[in-house]
């Protein structure tokens, strides 16, 4: 079963630190470009980043530049999203998803507030 499942998401303080994990099944993990979206409530949903299937390229949105972190592991068919500084303007549902074959996970909330 193709299949995407995020992880890590909670309640945090502004400036505070999160990460995310999402792990994959069900296809080959290091063939897919992955990527992270996220929507916060009311809105879009809104392109985060993306890294290469080899990790070596990466491109974020330019809101969360210099903050967010993305990774991989291709042995463990894991992908993460390290968040740094926090903002309340962060508060989301984030979601990853694998290009190839185009699958999204369910997603997992983020909040930030004091």
């Known amino acids: 079963q193709v299949q995407l499942v995020e992880s890590g998401g909670e309640l945090v303080q502004p400036g505070g630190s999160l990460r995310l994990s999402c792990v994959a099944s069900?296809?080959?993990?290091?063939?897919?470009?992955m990527l992270w979206y996220r929507q916060a409530p009311g809105k879009e949903r809104e392109w985060v980043g993306t890294i290469g299937a080899d990790g070596d390229l990466a491109n974020y949105a330019d809101s969360v530049k210099g903050r967010f972190t993305m990774s991989r592991d291709n042995g463990k068919n894991s992908f993460d999203l390290q968040m740094n500084n926090l903002k309340p303007e962060d508060t989301a549902v984030y979601f990853c998803?694998?290009?190839?074959?185009?699958?999204w996970g369910q997603g997992t909330q983020v909040t930030v507030s004091s």
């Open positions: 998803r694998a290009l190839t074959p185009g699958v």
């Open positions: 069900g296809f080959t993990f290091s063939n897919s470009v």
